[in-house]
Protein backbone atom coordinates (compact mmCIF):
# COMPACT_ATOMS: atom_id res chain seq x y z
CA UNK A 1 0.00 0.00 0.00
CA UNK A 2 1.68 3.34 -1.06
CA UNK A 3 2.15 6.27 1.00
CA UNK A 4 0.16 9.13 1.82
CA UNK A 5 1.83 12.21 1.07
CA UNK A 6 3.08 14.02 3.82
CA UNK A 7 1.65 16.99 4.99
CA UNK A 8 3.71 20.17 4.10
CA UNK A 9 2.65 21.50 7.63
CA UNK A 10 4.31 18.47 9.22
CA UNK A 11 6.88 19.39 11.83
CA UNK A 12 8.95 17.47 14.38
CA UNK A 13 10.51 19.46 17.53
CA UNK A 14 11.98 18.95 21.14
CA UNK A 15 8.95 18.51 23.11
CA UNK A 16 9.04 20.94 25.97
CA UNK A 17 8.06 20.60 29.82
CA UNK A 18 4.89 22.56 28.63
CA UNK A 19 4.31 19.82 26.41
CA UNK A 20 3.61 17.21 29.89
CA UNK A 21 -0.24 16.61 29.52
CA UNK A 22 0.01 15.68 25.78
CA UNK A 23 3.28 13.14 25.72
CA UNK A 24 1.36 11.99 28.72
CA UNK A 25 -2.10 11.35 27.12
CA UNK A 26 0.24 9.41 23.88
CA UNK A 27 2.52 7.24 25.99
CA UNK A 28 -1.06 6.27 27.44
CA UNK A 29 -2.43 5.21 24.05
CA UNK A 30 0.72 3.53 23.08
CA UNK A 31 0.17 1.29 25.73
CA UNK A 32 -3.58 1.12 24.90
CA UNK A 33 -2.72 0.20 21.39
CA UNK A 34 -0.49 -2.50 22.41
CA UNK A 35 -3.01 -4.10 24.25
CA UNK A 36 -0.70 -3.97 27.93
CA UNK A 37 -2.08 -2.03 30.95
CA UNK A 38 -1.98 1.42 31.59
CA UNK A 39 1.40 2.40 32.05
CA UNK A 40 3.02 4.65 35.39
CA UNK A 41 3.52 7.10 32.88
CA UNK A 42 2.01 10.86 33.74
CA UNK A 43 2.54 14.64 33.09
CA UNK A 44 4.65 14.77 36.87
CA UNK A 45 6.36 11.71 35.37
CA UNK A 46 7.22 13.24 32.24
CA UNK A 47 8.36 16.61 33.97
CA UNK A 48 10.60 15.04 36.67
CA UNK A 49 12.09 12.64 34.82
CA UNK A 50 12.54 14.50 31.40
CA UNK A 51 13.50 17.57 32.92
CA UNK A 52 14.58 17.00 36.56
CA UNK A 53 18.17 17.40 37.98
CA UNK A 54 18.60 14.06 36.12
CA UNK A 55 17.31 14.11 32.75
CA UNK A 56 16.46 10.10 31.76
CA UNK A 57 15.21 11.00 28.25
CA UNK A 58 14.47 13.06 25.12
CA UNK A 59 11.32 13.45 23.43
CA UNK A 60 10.80 14.72 19.80
CA UNK A 61 7.04 15.33 18.89
CA UNK A 62 5.45 15.67 15.46
CA UNK A 63 2.52 17.75 14.90
CA UNK A 64 1.05 18.86 11.37
CA UNK A 65 -0.81 21.98 11.23
CA UNK A 66 0.13 22.82 14.77
CA UNK A 67 -1.96 19.42 16.30
CA UNK A 68 0.22 16.91 17.89
CA UNK A 69 0.51 13.33 15.52
CA UNK A 70 3.02 11.56 17.27
CA UNK A 71 6.23 11.00 19.56
CA UNK A 72 9.43 9.28 20.12
CA UNK A 73 11.60 8.77 23.29
CA UNK A 74 14.84 8.11 23.20
CA UNK A 75 18.50 8.35 25.17
CA UNK A 76 22.08 7.28 25.17
CA UNK A 77 22.74 3.46 25.29
CA UNK A 78 25.49 1.34 24.29
CA UNK A 79 26.29 -2.00 22.07
CA UNK A 80 28.59 -4.12 23.29
CA UNK A 81 28.25 -6.23 20.47
CA UNK A 82 29.88 -3.64 18.15
CA UNK A 83 31.99 -1.93 20.91
CA UNK A 84 29.92 2.15 19.98
CA UNK A 85 27.73 4.49 21.26
CA UNK A 86 24.11 3.87 20.53
CA UNK A 87 20.78 4.91 20.75
CA UNK A 88 17.52 3.32 22.89
CA UNK A 89 14.46 4.26 21.26
CA UNK A 90 12.08 3.53 23.61
CA UNK A 91 8.58 4.13 22.04
CA UNK A 92 7.67 4.88 19.00
CA UNK A 93 3.77 6.21 18.29
CA UNK A 94 1.67 8.08 15.75
CA UNK A 95 -1.50 9.21 15.90
CA UNK A 96 -4.30 7.06 14.08
CA UNK A 97 -5.14 9.76 12.10
CA UNK A 98 -2.08 10.36 11.14
CA UNK A 99 -0.55 7.04 10.18
CA UNK A 100 0.51 6.10 6.48
CA UNK A 101 2.13 8.89 5.04
CA UNK A 102 5.82 8.19 6.91
CA UNK A 103 5.47 10.28 10.04
CA UNK A 104 6.76 7.03 12.28
CA UNK A 105 9.78 6.25 10.06
CA UNK A 106 10.39 10.05 9.85
CA UNK A 107 10.17 10.32 13.69
CA UNK A 108 12.33 7.70 13.94
CA UNK A 109 15.08 8.88 11.73
CA UNK A 110 15.09 12.25 13.16
CA UNK A 111 16.21 10.26 16.23
CA UNK A 112 18.80 8.71 14.09
CA UNK A 113 20.09 11.65 12.98
CA UNK A 114 20.38 13.40 16.17
CA UNK A 115 22.01 10.18 17.41
CA UNK A 116 24.42 10.06 14.78
CA UNK A 117 25.43 13.75 15.56
CA UNK A 118 25.90 12.62 18.60
CA UNK A 119 28.73 10.21 17.80
CA UNK A 120 25.99 7.29 17.59
CA UNK A 121 26.70 4.28 15.76
CA UNK A 122 23.14 2.48 16.02
CA UNK A 123 20.05 2.42 17.24
CA UNK A 124 18.45 0.03 19.11
CA UNK A 125 14.75 -0.88 20.64
CA UNK A 126 11.92 -3.81 21.20
CA UNK A 127 8.84 -4.52 19.49
CA UNK A 128 6.35 -6.78 21.05
CA UNK A 129 6.22 -10.09 18.91
CA UNK A 130 2.21 -9.63 18.71
CA UNK A 131 2.38 -6.69 17.09
CA UNK A 132 2.21 -7.59 13.16
CA UNK A 133 1.84 -4.48 11.63
CA UNK A 134 5.21 -2.32 13.97
CA UNK A 135 7.09 -5.44 13.19
CA UNK A 136 6.34 -4.90 9.31
CA UNK A 137 7.21 -1.22 9.64
CA UNK A 138 10.34 -2.09 11.46
CA UNK A 139 11.47 -4.39 8.74
CA UNK A 140 11.67 -1.75 6.08
CA UNK A 141 14.64 -0.38 7.55
CA UNK A 142 16.08 -2.34 10.75
CA UNK A 143 16.70 -5.95 11.83
CA UNK A 144 15.11 -8.01 14.14
CA UNK A 145 17.56 -10.30 16.43
CA UNK A 146 15.29 -13.46 17.78
CA UNK A 147 18.49 -15.16 19.53
CA UNK A 148 17.70 -13.12 23.01
CA UNK A 149 14.95 -13.64 25.52
CA UNK A 150 14.48 -11.02 27.87
CA UNK A 151 14.61 -11.19 32.08
CA UNK A 152 13.08 -8.74 34.21
CA UNK A 153 13.59 -8.16 38.18
CA UNK A 154 10.56 -5.69 39.05
CA UNK A 155 11.19 -3.43 42.20
CA UNK A 156 10.36 -6.30 44.63
CA UNK A 157 12.18 -8.86 42.96
CA UNK A 158 15.35 -5.97 42.31
CA UNK A 159 15.49 -5.15 46.59
CA UNK A 160 15.67 -8.70 47.35
CA UNK A 161 18.54 -9.13 44.96
CA UNK A 162 20.10 -6.33 46.34
CA UNK A 163 19.91 -7.74 49.59
CA UNK A 164 21.22 -11.04 49.31
CA UNK A 165 24.03 -11.78 51.24
CA UNK A 166 27.66 -12.32 49.57
CA UNK A 167 28.33 -15.90 48.36
CA UNK A 168 31.60 -16.05 46.70
CA UNK A 169 35.34 -15.13 48.41
CA UNK A 170 35.63 -12.77 45.57
CA UNK A 171 35.55 -8.93 45.86
CA UNK A 172 33.78 -6.52 43.60
CA UNK A 173 35.39 -2.93 42.95
CA UNK A 174 34.12 -0.25 40.20
CA UNK A 175 36.32 -0.17 36.83
CA UNK A 176 38.07 2.42 35.86
CA UNK A 177 39.87 3.89 33.06
CA UNK A 178 42.85 1.77 33.56
CA UNK A 179 41.14 -1.32 33.43
CA UNK A 180 39.91 -0.83 29.73
CA UNK A 181 42.38 -3.65 28.33
CA UNK A 182 41.03 -6.58 30.56
CA UNK A 183 37.59 -5.24 29.77
CA UNK A 184 38.12 -5.97 26.38
CA UNK A 185 39.46 -9.55 27.23
CA UNK A 186 36.21 -10.38 29.22
CA UNK A 187 34.15 -9.57 26.09
CA UNK A 188 36.37 -10.87 24.07
CA UNK A 189 36.17 -14.46 26.27
CA UNK A 190 32.52 -13.70 26.95
CA UNK A 191 31.76 -13.14 23.03
CA UNK A 192 33.72 -16.55 22.25
CA UNK A 193 31.83 -18.22 25.07
CA UNK A 194 28.61 -17.36 23.72
CA UNK A 195 29.63 -18.78 20.66
CA UNK A 196 29.46 -15.18 18.54
CA UNK A 197 32.14 -13.69 16.72
CA UNK A 198 34.39 -11.01 18.79
CA UNK A 199 33.86 -7.00 18.27
CA UNK A 200 35.32 -6.54 14.57
CA UNK A 201 37.30 -3.81 15.79
CA UNK A 202 41.31 -4.44 16.18
CA UNK A 203 42.13 -5.24 19.94
CA UNK A 204 43.32 -1.87 20.72
CA UNK A 205 40.52 -0.05 19.39
CA UNK A 206 38.25 -1.89 21.21
CA UNK A 207 40.37 -0.91 24.38
CA UNK A 208 40.58 2.29 22.82
CA UNK A 209 36.67 2.82 22.69
CA UNK A 210 35.81 1.01 25.85
CA UNK A 211 38.26 3.59 28.10
CA UNK A 212 36.54 6.46 26.15
CA UNK A 213 33.20 5.74 26.68
CA UNK A 214 32.97 4.34 29.71
CA UNK A 215 35.71 6.82 31.81
CA UNK A 216 35.43 9.57 29.40
CA UNK A 217 33.52 13.12 28.87
CA UNK A 218 30.26 11.08 27.59
CA UNK A 219 30.37 7.70 29.91
CA UNK A 220 27.50 5.98 28.48
CA UNK A 221 28.53 2.19 30.73
CA UNK A 222 29.48 1.12 34.17
CA UNK A 223 31.47 -1.68 35.01
CA UNK A 224 32.21 -3.65 38.18
CA UNK A 225 35.10 -5.83 38.45
CA UNK A 226 35.23 -9.34 40.39
CA UNK A 227 38.64 -10.23 42.00
CA UNK A 228 39.75 -13.45 43.64
CA UNK A 229 41.31 -13.42 46.97
CA UNK A 230 45.50 -13.57 47.29
CA UNK A 231 46.41 -16.74 47.23
CA UNK A 232 42.70 -18.35 45.75
CA UNK A 233 43.60 -20.89 43.25
CA UNK A 234 42.35 -18.66 40.77
CA UNK A 235 44.26 -15.51 41.73
CA UNK A 236 47.08 -15.45 39.07
CA UNK A 237 45.54 -16.60 36.28
CA UNK A 238 46.02 -15.17 33.08
CA UNK A 239 43.21 -12.50 31.97
CA UNK A 240 44.87 -11.69 28.18
CA UNK A 241 46.44 -8.34 28.59
CA UNK A 242 47.17 -9.01 32.35
CA UNK A 243 47.94 -11.37 34.68
CA UNK A 244 46.48 -10.27 38.15
CA UNK A 245 43.16 -12.13 39.75
CA UNK A 246 40.44 -10.48 38.12
CA UNK A 247 37.72 -13.31 37.95
CA UNK A 248 34.49 -11.86 36.47
CA UNK A 249 32.72 -8.89 35.47
CA UNK A 250 29.52 -7.32 34.96
CA UNK A 251 28.45 -4.29 32.86
CA UNK A 252 25.27 -2.06 32.72
CA UNK A 253 23.52 1.45 31.94
CA UNK A 254 19.77 2.53 32.65
CA UNK A 255 17.06 2.76 30.13
CA UNK A 256 13.93 4.38 30.33
CA UNK A 257 10.42 2.48 30.47
CA UNK A 258 7.36 4.33 30.21
CA UNK A 259 5.21 1.63 31.31
CA UNK A 260 6.86 1.19 35.31
CA UNK A 261 7.40 5.12 34.81
CA UNK A 262 10.97 5.18 35.73
CA UNK A 263 14.35 4.32 34.60
CA UNK A 264 15.64 0.60 34.48
CA UNK A 265 19.07 -1.04 35.02
CA UNK A 266 20.22 -3.07 31.55
CA UNK A 267 23.00 -5.46 32.51
CA UNK A 268 24.59 -6.30 29.22
CA UNK A 269 27.42 -8.31 30.09
CA UNK A 270 28.15 -10.76 32.82
CA UNK A 271 30.87 -13.42 32.45
CA UNK A 272 32.96 -15.24 35.36
CA UNK A 273 35.47 -17.17 34.97
CA UNK A 274 34.96 -21.34 34.56
CA UNK A 275 37.01 -22.00 37.78
CA UNK A 276 34.15 -19.96 39.65
CA UNK A 277 31.31 -20.85 38.26
CA UNK A 278 28.71 -22.49 40.53
CA UNK A 279 30.54 -20.61 43.54
CA UNK A 280 28.06 -17.81 43.75
CA UNK A 281 30.34 -14.83 41.98
CA UNK A 282 27.51 -14.69 39.08
CA UNK A 283 25.09 -13.61 42.12
CA UNK A 284 26.85 -11.53 43.98
CA UNK A 285 27.95 -9.52 41.04
CA UNK A 286 23.72 -9.50 39.81
CA UNK A 287 23.36 -8.41 43.25
CA UNK A 288 26.34 -5.78 43.07
CA UNK A 289 24.45 -4.15 40.01
CA UNK A 290 21.28 -4.27 41.74
CA UNK A 291 22.15 -2.46 44.24
CA UNK A 292 23.61 0.51 42.26
CA UNK A 293 20.28 0.32 40.63
CA UNK A 294 18.41 0.56 43.93
CA UNK A 295 20.78 3.66 45.05
CA UNK A 296 19.78 5.62 41.66
CA UNK A 297 16.07 5.13 42.69
CA UNK A 298 15.94 2.51 39.69
CA UNK A 299 12.31 0.61 39.10
CA UNK A 300 13.80 -2.59 37.99
CA UNK A 301 16.66 -4.60 36.12
CA UNK A 302 16.07 -6.18 32.95
CA UNK A 303 18.55 -7.78 30.94
CA UNK A 304 18.92 -10.66 27.79
CA UNK A 305 19.57 -14.03 28.00
CA UNK A 306 20.36 -15.99 24.53
CA UNK A 307 17.60 -18.85 23.73
CA UNK A 308 19.94 -21.38 22.95
CA UNK A 309 22.17 -20.89 26.47
CA UNK A 310 20.10 -23.63 28.56
CA UNK A 311 22.59 -23.20 31.69
CA UNK A 312 22.44 -19.19 31.66
CA UNK A 313 18.24 -19.18 31.26
CA UNK A 314 18.46 -21.75 34.30
CA UNK A 315 20.78 -19.44 36.82
CA UNK A 316 18.39 -16.58 35.62
CA UNK A 317 15.20 -18.34 36.13
CA UNK A 318 15.86 -18.49 39.91
CA UNK A 319 15.98 -14.58 39.81
CA UNK A 320 13.80 -13.14 37.71
CA UNK A 321 10.79 -13.28 35.09
CA UNK A 322 11.96 -14.85 31.47
CA UNK A 323 9.93 -13.50 28.63
CA UNK A 324 9.51 -13.83 24.88
CA UNK A 325 6.44 -11.00 23.80
CA UNK A 326 9.84 -8.92 23.43
CA UNK A 327 11.75 -8.83 20.08
CA UNK A 328 15.24 -6.95 19.93
CA UNK A 329 15.25 -4.84 17.21
CA UNK A 330 19.03 -3.30 16.09
CA UNK A 331 19.33 -0.88 13.35
CA UNK A 332 22.72 -0.56 12.28
CA UNK A 333 25.55 -0.41 9.72
CA UNK A 334 24.49 1.23 6.40
CA UNK A 335 20.77 0.99 7.93
CA UNK A 336 21.67 3.23 10.71
CA UNK A 337 22.96 6.07 7.95
CA UNK A 338 20.72 5.47 5.81
CA UNK A 339 18.18 6.07 8.41
CA UNK A 340 19.76 9.03 9.80
CA UNK A 341 20.33 10.53 6.16
CA UNK A 342 16.76 10.89 5.92
CA UNK A 343 15.83 12.87 9.42
CA UNK A 344 15.10 16.24 9.83
CA UNK A 345 17.23 18.77 11.45
CA UNK A 346 16.30 19.61 15.00
CA UNK A 347 16.51 22.33 16.78
CA UNK A 348 19.58 22.91 19.68
CA UNK A 349 17.34 22.07 23.41
CA UNK A 350 15.84 24.83 25.18
CA UNK A 351 18.18 26.01 28.44
CA UNK A 352 16.46 24.94 31.64
Same mark, same amino acid.
Request: glycine residues 10%; charged residues 25%.
Given at each position: ???????????????????????? $????????????????????????????????????? *???????????????????????????????????????????????????????????????????? $????????????? $???????????????????????????????????????????????????????????????????? *????? =?????????????????????? *???????????????????????? =?????????????????????????????????????????????????????????????????????????????? *?????????????
Amino acid at each position: MPLSPMPPQTRIRRAGIEDAGTIA $RMVAALAEAEGGPAPHFDAPTYRRDGFGPQRHFEVLL *AEIGGRPAGYALFHPSYDTDRVVRAAYLGDLYVEAWARGGGLGRLLAASVARLAAASGDATMHWTVLR $RNAAARRFYARFA $REDESLLHCFADAPALARLAAASPLSAASIRPAKAEDAPLLADFLARLMAALGEEAPAAPAAETVRRL *ADHGF =GADPRFQALIAEAEAGSPAAGS *AVGHTVGPQVGYALFWPIYDTDTG =GPLMFLSDLFVEEEWRGRGLAPDLMAAVAGRAMAAGHKGMVWEVMRRNARARAFYRRLAEESDEAIVVNCAGDDFLRL *AAEGLAIEAAPSI
